[in-house]
């Protein structure tokens, strides 16, 4: 029997009689996907010290406790009402929000939510193996953390599936624990959660750049005009800021360490003899990264993003940032590949719609690197991180057919094969990084040799506290 208790909740499930009927056939089949598709090798005797949501004000934020991971509770929350919400964009500007789903929007709100939802279980797939090659506690605790979020996460839109989609949103959830990260007949949607994530650099990456795409693209759908959307999405807001802290310290701290090796070599750039990772390799991992995501942002023309915007299914970030919110007769410079030449060209603003969210990403993006950047200017050192073109290495869009250098000049096809692995991470690459990460380290408050130990604990626990423990 599902009760309120064990998950916690601000739905009103207690009384929900149809959500409780739908949530008692899914859960466990989610439990079962956890076990088969979550953290290998963490499920049965060990306990976390994670932070679970119980309610949405602020002292519910703060609620740590140790858990197994498969009875960890997965909640369901809405942000906050807002009172006499209006639909802030779009052809039906200024009209009350929706809390149910209107019938013609139907089909394109339960795509949006599916892919969505489709991305959450999806990167818990890809991590599952980096708890045994991680490099610390510390960091074994929030990559668990992160992990347990997608998994709330999942909840979330199929909490939506389940109360506003009837028969075909319960089949959609099912499909959602189905489909499988890699898998050849049965990928995720989206291909960024196909790719594999095999050691920390491409987790720390991942959710440096891929958890940001996921903050843009919840940032849009947080303007939805369907209001338990809106509130859904601006919870998990607050909980995808955590997991970019994650992944920008993350690279924070492996950038401090490889300076720190950097001198003690007397910068002879013999970073991976004393087993560091170089500067190089880490600039590979972001043009891998960050262009993978910008494809997450979908096509530059996309009559799907000017019906999501004119219907008020999916807004821009910030939407209130905006002086026009109808935008019927503005126009989106863009530049387009024409016969070999790049050309600029008027586009009408609603079918850009998926480029000016890329727009925002690319400067939050580049606030994150402007941060890294400060750690070699501590240490007086000249070198620099960058994000590559966006024509680089895309696989989504009008450049998915062309080659470009991270500086965005032309290649041909040939020397792009010729040259790929000085931009992006090679076979060689990846097998030095497994090989410094054989070896995980469990013992708390100690680091592997290639990242520094963070400057504070987890909630204001010690560095060397022990975050993740066997059972007596
Ligand atoms: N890979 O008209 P277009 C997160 C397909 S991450 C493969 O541009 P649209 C998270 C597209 O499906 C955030 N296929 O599409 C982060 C369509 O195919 P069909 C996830 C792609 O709909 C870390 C066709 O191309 N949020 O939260 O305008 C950890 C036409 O494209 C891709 C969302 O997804 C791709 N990258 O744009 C955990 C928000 N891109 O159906 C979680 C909801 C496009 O014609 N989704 N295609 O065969 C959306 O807003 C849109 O679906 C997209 C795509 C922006 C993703």
Redesign the pocket.
Known sequence: MISAEKIPNNVGLSSNKRLQRALEHWQPKYIQWWRDMGPQGFQDYHQVYVRTAVSVDPSGWAHFEYVKLPEYRWGIFLADPVHDRRIGFGDFFGQPVWQEVPGEFRNQLR???V??G???P??VEQQRWLGQRCPSMYDLRNLFQ?NVE?GR?LWAMVYLLHSYFGRDGRDEAEELLERQSGNRDKPR?????NEPIENWLDFFM??MF?????????L??SESSLDPLSRTTRF?LTE?AH?MFVGETGIARIIERTCQLLRQTGFSEEVRKVGGIDIPTIQKFINLWFS??L???????????AS?FANGL?GRAQEEKWDDHIVSDKYYELEVAADGRLERKAIPMRSA??EV?RDWYVGDCEAGVARWNKIFERHGMSERLRLPDRKFNR???MFSSLHYDPTGVPLSEAEWQRRKYEWLPSPADREYLLSIMARPVYEPGKFANYIAPPLRGINRMPVNFEYVRTEA
Request: net charge negative.
């Open positions: 795509r949006l939510i892919t969505q489709d991305t959450e999806a990167s992160v997608e996460h949607i989206l291909d960024a959660f991942f959710t891929t958890d940001r795409d996921g903050k843009s693209q919840l849009s759908l998990m995808e997991h993978l995501s494809d997450l942002h979908g096509n530059e023309i996309s009559t799907n993003a999501y999916k719609m998926n969210l696989g989504i869009g």
